[in-house]
């Protein structure tokens, strides 16, 4: 019903830019939060930022000062826009959107395929 879709992903040097971008599509009402998360190989999926609605913002430690997320409501969209990246932010980044569903005023959360983001040294 709510599909997200991911781009922006690539290679990038350390110490380079890379930014995400995350589009909700379908039959929504609100998107109330959406959020970034990674996964490294190995590794269990890790919140990296979120935001709500009325844009307010939280980072994971690890990425304070470097990364930063933002949102378009008007679009629903939401970006990542990743500073000075370091090795260790290789990983596979999805989206996450929860929000209401029209008409029967559920509620739902969606994810999105992921992109890679590899960064060298």
């Known amino acids: 019903q709510v599909q997200l879709v991911e781009s922006g992903g690539g290679l990038a040097q350390a110490g380079g830019s890379l930014r995400l971008s995350c589009a909700a599509s379908g039959s929504i009402l609100s998107i109330n939060y959406m959020a970034w998360y990674r996964q490294a190989p190995g590794k269990e999926r890790e919140l990296v930022a979120s935001?709500?609605?009325?844009?307010?913002?939280k980072h994971a430690d690890s990425v304070k000062g470097r990364f930063t997320i933002s949102r378009d409501n008007a679009k629903n969209t939401v970006y990542l826009q990743m500073n000075s990246l370091k090795p260790e932010d290789t990983a596979v980044y999805y989206c996450n959107a929860q929000g209401i569903l029209p008409i029967s005023v559920s509620r739902f959360t969606s994810w999105g395929q992921g992109t890679q983001v590899t960064v060298s040294s």
């Open positions: 935001i709500t609605r009325d844009h307010s913002a």
